[in-house]
């Protein structure tokens, strides 16, 4: 699962050129609406975070009650 995360990552980071410059580079990013791309990569990141994290605690979980029946 993460493996997919990873792929859809290094894939927007290839697809998606940033040029940000210092000072000027949010407004800029603002005029020609990259902006928003900047900000749909960072959601798609932190919900990709918080995926991974849920089945992490769901695998744990399942460790704990295998081992607490043993």
Known sequence: MK???I???ILL???LPFQ???Q???DYSRSIGKIYV???VILV?????VIYLISLDRKISKLEKRIDNE
Do not use: T, Y
């Not at 990141?45 to 975070?49: A, K, N, P, R, W």
């Open 7 to 9: 792929r859809i990552f």
């Open 38 to 40: 900047v900000v749909a």
């Open 13 to 15: 980071m290839l697809v």
């Open 45 to 49: 990141i932190f919900l990709g975070i």
């Open 24 to 26: 000027d580079g949010a």
């Open 3 to 5: 493996h997919v995360f």
């Open 20 to 22: 940000l410059a210092a």
